[in-house]
């Protein structure tokens, strides 16, 4: 079975900082890749996506991450966030086998606060 | 166009009573999922429908919870005998299943308090 791990619980950072957030999951087949954002008080939402093709991928809001099959991860950068990026991110993970369906497991999640 | 919607919003039960939660999933997408999201399980996989296949279980803590999708759309998940470990939220998705690119769209989901 896989599964996911995200190395940082919380990140606080200030305005216009660099963030990057790790993922890294634990299967030896290929994967589809996700990361989902949940701002406070909203629901979960896709803001990127890897299946296949070119390992960086890029996304909503300026997010973008890079699949290192290699090193079994998936880290999530934005060059210079915003206070509005305050939000919780899951990393997750597909197994692009037919006996994992097409469930999702999730990582931890990652509580980011940006301060203004 | 609309999203996936749950009700109740919120739901506070007494412990031993049996609860049902509802999905309406996005119009014609063939495939929906329940996941629970609690503080110290994180966002866990519960079931899967797709089509008409016999759906994935696999997720189901204990024969407690069940869930059925009727006419390929709506879905009740249905705990019983609730306990407070039950309490969580549960988050219903649906995704259209084509070949190849997918991703799950998420509902608001349900708090569900056991006391």
């Known amino acids: 079975a896989q599964s996911v791990s995200q190395h940082n619980h919380h990140v606080i950072l200030s305005e216009a900082a660099s963030l990057e957030l790790g993922c890294n999951y634990s299967y030896g087949g290929t994967v589809n890749l996700f990361w989902y954002v949940q701002y406070p008080g909203q629901h979960l939402q896709l803001l990127l996506k890897y299946f296949s093709g070119d390992p960086l991928v890029k996304g909503i809001k300026g997010f973008e991450a890079e699949f290192i099959k290699s090193k079994f991860s998936f880290n999530l950068r934005k060059p210079s966030v915003q206070w509005s990026d305050t939000a919780e991110y899951f990393c997750?993970?597909?197994?692009?086998?037919?006996?994992?369906?097409?469930?999702?497991?999730f990582g931890g999640g990652t509580r980011v606060l940006v301060k203004p | 166009g609309a999203g996936v919607s749950q009700s109740p919003s919120n739901k506070v039960t007494e412990k031993g009573k049996d609860v049902e939660l509802r999905c309406d999933p996005i119009s014609g997408h063939t495939a929906l999922y329940w996941y629970r999201q609690s503080l110290g399980q994180g966002l866990e996989f519960l079931i899967y429908?797709?089509?008409?296949?016999?759906?994935?279980k696999s997720g189901l803590p204990s024969d407690r919870f069940s869930a059925e999708r009727t006419g390929g759309s709506v879905s009740t998940l249905t705990i019983q005998r609730t306990q407070q470990e039950d309490s969580a939220v549960y988050l219903c998705?649906?995704?259209?299943?084509?070949?190849?690119?997918?991703?799950?769209?998420f509902g608001p989901g349900t708090r569900l308090t056991v006391t």
């Open positions: 997750a993970v597909n197994a692009k086998i037919k006996a994992a369906g097409n469930k999702l497991t």
């Open positions: 429908f797709q089509g008409n296949s016999a759906p994935d």
């Open positions: 998705a649906s995704s259209f299943i084509s070949e190849g690119a997918y991703e799950q769209y």
